[in-house]
Every structure is written in structure tokens, then in C-alpha cells.
């Protein structure tokens, strides 16, 4: 099997996960609906050359992102400080205000908004999610949303910055949508933003609920470097931000150099190899833990992280009644597989748990005294560190 970036044959076997979620950021209505959700295997491969790790057993034709679909994090009061010094930065940095930019993968158009707020004259996103949706994000004048897949010939168009975020690790050809943008920019000095998980933080902390069928590339800083150098972007720097959690790649045009291989990408071989052994170890740690509980557990968090770890439980789901999210928009909803409802925080109250799992310590500050602020006193325990 080819490696997706650097074309060597040489793919390793990291780590596999069976019955897992098509779409795990698509929520159903009921519970039969949740239960019949698609499901499909996770087949980790490294290439040892230059660092990549993808899922062998993806099926592109299984992907339809269509209304519906949503994974903001913007609900929570960490992530929109994170959202807003990144917005406010990228500006100043490049000099946007008064700039048009486009931004690949917008979702509901919150950065968007926040690059507006910030001085840029124009901002336009596409998202096929938000296909007939309305947005308060899209409200201002100077903000556009197209609910559409994005294509290399809306490019046709003037832009002065392009952003990607939390796109490129579920495009299966990344290489042809680097060189589509390369080929728009031209001869230009146009900066570009990308963000996406950050798989060194992934392997180092033994997250295997970062490992989700959504998310076809898991890429690495010596990974996105190859890629961008290869394509033709100088990176102004390739850093780890929101708890190291994300990749931050800020890139300006520059001759291609179609052979690079970053160093560093034998030390991402050597962590993945590692953590194949210690993922499997941490799943049935988790599973001996659930399966002799009594009482009622939640999961704090409806996103990837908490819906994968529900499902990898399989019969040690027992304990769960119910997952737990501050975005109102999945309230009421039911998570993929393993059918748990999605409930609002006031909605512990009636449930009154006696175990609160966190799936990201991001966020265990918040959590903790909200729940202690509504007279609630459960034990806690986080997913991922």
C-alpha cells in the first residue's frame, strides 16, 4: 500500500479499530436511527519515511458531509479565547486587515466572523454542511458561507489568505488539493493557514479516541512539513497549540522541493509503533474499570473523543446513561453506535451521576465547577490527558 503523501511503498501496521462510527459527528434523532448509524474499521498505517499515518480501510465514497453534521467547539469559553488570539494573530501577523480571505471547511462560519471582527474587509467559507442552514455567523455583510464542497476553480476569485481548519485529515488526496491551492496562488505572496490534530500529541498521549473513520490522515510536524514543502509552501512555522492538541501551520509560497523528508519523521515512527501496544493496553483498561461499575456514569463531551471511547467499550458501556455537551445543537440528539442520548449540563440534575467521565482535560477545570456550582458532587475521571 502507497503512502497518500510521499508515495512509498513500505506502510506499517499501527493499530485497528473494528465497528466504529462513520460519522461520529453526525447525531440521529432517535435511538434506533443511532444504532443503525454506518459503521466502518480504522486500519492505522505508518509510512516510516516520511512520518504519515492514514487509515488503510477508508472509503472515501462513505463520506457525505451534509446538513446536520457538526463538531464546534466554540461553545466552550477556552476554546473561544483560543479561536479569538488566533483570529486577532493571523491578521497583524500577515497584515489582512482590509484583505479578503477564504477559508476551506468553515462550518458555521465562527473564524470567519472573528477575522471580520478583526479587520478583514470580506471573508467567504465553504461548507457543504451548511447547505440551506443559517449561521449568526454569516449575519454580517462583509461574511459569505457557500454551502458547498470547495473546489480548486472557486479559486477563480481575488483572496489574500486562505485558512483550512480541521479539513485536511479528512481529505484522502491531500496532495492534489495542496497543489490546486499552489496553482491558485501563482506567483503571489498569499498566506496560508491549516490546522488540524495534532497526531505527535496523539501518540505521546495514548488518545486512541482521537482515532475516528472521519479522519482518513493523522498528520505529524515532519508529516505537514513534507506535504508543504513538497508542494511548493515555505512554513513560517509549524507549532502545537490548544494543549498541544492541534497542528498550527502558517505558510507562505515558495519553490517546490518534490523530494523533501523531514529528519524527525523516524521519531514519529518510533511513537506510533508505541502507541499500537499502548492503546490496546489502555482500551481494556477502561473496559475492566466500566464493566464493574454500579451506578450511573456520563461522558462530558458529544464530539469524536467521547463517542469513540463510548463505542470502543462495547458490553463495558453498561454503566453509561447519557453524554454531555454545552453546544445546544445537539441536545436532544442521540450519538452514533451506541445510542446514548445527548443532554444539556442542567439536565444532570435528574440523572444525578455518580461518575463523570471528561473526554478532554482541556476542559476538566470548567466542567468541575460548573457541576460543583450546581450542587452536584459526583467522582471524575478523564479520558485523555
Request: with cysteine; proline share 6%.
Amino acid at each position: 500500500m502507497n503512502c497518500p503523501l510521499c508515495a512509498a511503498d513500505k506502510a506499517q501496521d499501527i493499530f485497528r479499530l473494528d465497528h466504529v462510527p462513520v460519522i461520529c459527528n453526525q447525531l440521529w434523532p432517535d435511538a434506533a436511527a443511532a444504532r443503525a448509524a454506518p459503521a466502518g474499521t480504522v486500519d492505522l498505517k505508518l509510512c516510516p519515511d516520511c512520518g504519515f499515518i492514514w487509515n488503510g480501510a477508508f472509503d472515501p465514497a462513505r463520506m457525505v458531509y451534509a446538513p446536520g453534521y457538526e463538531n464546534a467547539l466554540h461553545f466552550s469559553p477556552k476554546f473561544q479565547a483560543f479561536a479569538e488570539e488566533l483570529a486577532a494573530g493571523l491578521v497583524a501577523r500577515h497584515g489582512l486587515q482590509g484583505k479578503h480571505v477564504v477559508e476551506i471547511g468553515c462550518g458555521d462560519g465562527y473564524m470567519l466572523d472573528l477575522m471580520a471582527k478583526n479587520g478583514v474587509a470580506t471573508a467567504t467559507g465553504f461548507d457543504p454542511s451548511m447547505e440551506g442552514q443559517e449561521t449568526p455567523s454569516a449575519t454580517r455583510d462583509n461574511v459569505e458561507i457557500v454551502g458547498e464542497y470547495f473546489r480548486s476553480d472557486q479559486l477563480d476569485r481575488h483572496f489574500d489568505a486562505i485558512l483550512c481548519r480541521h479539513v485536511l485529515e479528512h481529505v484522502d488526496a491531500p496532495v492534489p488539493l495542496l497543489s490546486d491551492i499552489r496553482c491558485a496562488i501563482g506567483d503571489r505572496d498569499v498566506p496560508v493557514y491549516f490546522e488540524v490534530p495534532n497526531a505527535g500529541w496523539m501518540l505521546d498521549a495514548v488518545s486512541m479516541w482521537d482515532v475516528i473513520y472521519e479522519h482518513v490522515g493523522y498528520w505529524s510536524a515532519p508529516a505537514i512539513t513534507t506535504l508543504f514543502r513538497r508542494i511548493g509552501f515555505e512554513p513560517i512555522s509549524v507549532s502545537a497549540g490548544y494543549g498541544d492538541q492541534f497542528l498550527m501551520v502558517e505558510a507562505r509560497p515558495a519553490a517546490p522541493e518534490p523530494y523533501y523528508l523531514d529528519a524527525e519523521a523516524r521519531d514519529i515512527a518510533r511513537a506510533a509503533r508505541t502507541f499500537g501496544r499502548a492503546a490496546t493496553a489502555e482500551l481494556d483498561r477502561w473496559r475492566d474499570r466500566l464493566s464493574s461499575l454500579d451506578g450511573n456514569v456520563v461522558i462530558w463531551g458529544a464530539g469524536s473523543k467521547g463517542i469513540t471511547f463510548a463505542n470502543a467499550l462495547g458490553d463495558a458501556s453498561r454503566p453509561l446513561a447519557a453524554l454531555v455537551d454545552l453546544n445546544t445543537r445537539k441536545h436532544g440528539l442521540v450519538a452514533p453506535g451506541v445510542a446514548l442520548p445527548v443532554i444539556a449540563p442542567e439536565a444532570l440534575r435528574g440523572i444525578s451521576p455518580d461518575l463523570v467521565l471528561i473526554s478532554n482535560a482541556l476542559y476538566e477545570t470548567e466542567i468541575t465547577e460548573q457541576l460543583r456550582n450546581m450542587g452536584l458532587n459526583p467522582d471524575f475521571a478523564v479520558i485523555v490527558g
